[in-house]
């Protein structure tokens, strides 16, 4: 296990009474948690993520420690990557990368003790001025790592509004640009893993599996177009009469043949409900382990999914002993998650924030948005989908609502409403598209969508109190719709289908869904009472 390096009278003040190899004995003997399942020391690398946050931790490490105990591999450990700050590197190295998950069930279930995860080796910040330059590209070109999973959101892959990599992104510019500097170290995720693909195909020429674990339509083949089209943008030069690129990635033509040939790159389905952990959480984590502190510990619902897709190029952990399904097409079970589950939050999130509930929970507590989100799911979003096998899907429908009402999670309905400009043509524009071809009117989802405008638009929600704009075009759409917040429905759904990174042409052109988009404002507005 890795510690890192620094000040050791800190370290040692950092680490009293904290998590860590030296509390487990005492945690073990107690019964205070439920120990790893693997022996954490003997825990070698296998796998590196991109974007080791609170939901990484209470999924896919749990299904692959899991994994590791259940076929006896420990050669399996993670290796996480953080790429915005070295906040959760931090929480984690000084408690020997061990942390707990606390799993919360709803009204009336037995509480369980919180479980200290030891699946993750070690952790890198992406950005580390102390660092090697190239740290995550290192990583990925270890011949011990096998596969490369992400979670670094939707926003995390920098792709145009059109599909493939936005060119345009300043982040992914930079990269390129950098790429003829000795020892730079690409920041944007994309770049990192190509730049990681480069060393290895260089150095020793192993196969790779990069897993998308986000919430993607078609993940796996979606990160393969973003990384082919990094690698065409590489620059290049000659050398020797031959074709180069520069910053050590080879010829791009040959690092893109050896890609084809070597990498795979799978979907997945994820879920699992993890709400940020707040101070609160912490603090009951520190009671349920009798004082020792966990500056890293997750809170989680007791539901967990993981569909993936059978593809790998160097062996994978036995994660179906851990419960996931492995199949040859996780479409359909994405579709139904990212429609059913995660449109429905959104539509949560959004009209539950203008309405002043503070989390999911209560706003699935609010009768009116309880019916609206049922009756969207029922009404417009369940006839888009193709059902998998042995999927009862009106019981789905009424588990995604009784997960939503769980009060112990305390998911807030502003993270939720975070990144909408990126979540809603995943979750709810698609569907709409899809409804619009059958010759329906998708109402309930204009609705939806209706109310993210109004969210933006007003900025707070109907008593008054602000409501957080966190979204990648945030600039741009306050510009565009800010000075709208009380204007005439058809001003504000007019300003807001301009907005083509969010809404593509066909659909912002289609009369059926302006009038439905218009007919949304007016009752959200009245619904909800947003008059001032």
Known sequence: MSTAPGNAAQAGAITRRRLGLAELPRLRAAGLARPPAVDPPSVEPGIAHLGIGAFHRAHQAVYTEDAMAAAGEPNWGIVGVTQRSPAVRDQLIHQDCLYTVLERGG?????????????????????????????????????????????????????????????????????????????????????????????????????????????????????????????????TGRRGGRRVGSGGFGDPAELAEWIK????????????IVPATTPADRAEVTTLLGGVIDEAAVVAERFTQWVIEESFAAGRPAWEAAGALFTADVAPYEAMKLRLLNGTHSLLAYTGALAGHETIAEAVRDPALADLAAA????????????????DLAAYQASVLERFANPALRHRTVQVAADGSQKLPIRLLGAAADRLAAGAEPSLIALAVAAWMLYVARGRDRAGRPLPLDDPLAAELTAALGPLADAPPATLVDAALGVRAVFPEPLAADATFRACLIEGVGRVRADLRLTD
């Not at 790592?145 to 509004?161: D, F, M, N, Q, S």
């Not at 070597?262 to 699992?272: C, E, L």
């Not at 369940?382 to 999927?391: E, K, N």
């Open 376 to 391: 969207m799911m029922r009404a417009d979003l369940a006839p888009t989908l193709a059902v998998p096998a042995g999927i």
């Open 107 to 235: 009204p009336g279930a037995p509480a369980v003790p919180p479980r200290v995860v030891g699946a993750v080796c070690d952790v890198l910040w992406a950005n580390d001025p102390a660092g090697p330059p190239a740290a995550v590209a290192a990583l990925i070109a270890d011949p011990r790592i096998r596969i490369v999973t992400l979670t670094v959101t939707e926003k995390g892959y920098r792709r145009a509004p059109g599909g493939g990599l936005d060119l345009s992104d300043e982040a992914v510019r930079a990269d390129l640009a950098r790429a003829g500097e000795a020892g730079a170290g690409p920041r944007t995720v994309i770049g990192q893993l190509v730049a990681g693909l480069a060393r290895r195909a260089q150095r020793h020429g192993l196969g790779l599996t990069v897993l998308c674990c986000d919430n993607l339509p078609a993940g796996g083949e979606v990160l393969r177009g973003l990384v082919a089209d990094f690698v065409a943008a590489l620059p």
């Open 261 to 272: 040939a070597a990498v795979s790159f799978p979907s997945s389905m994820v879920d699992r």
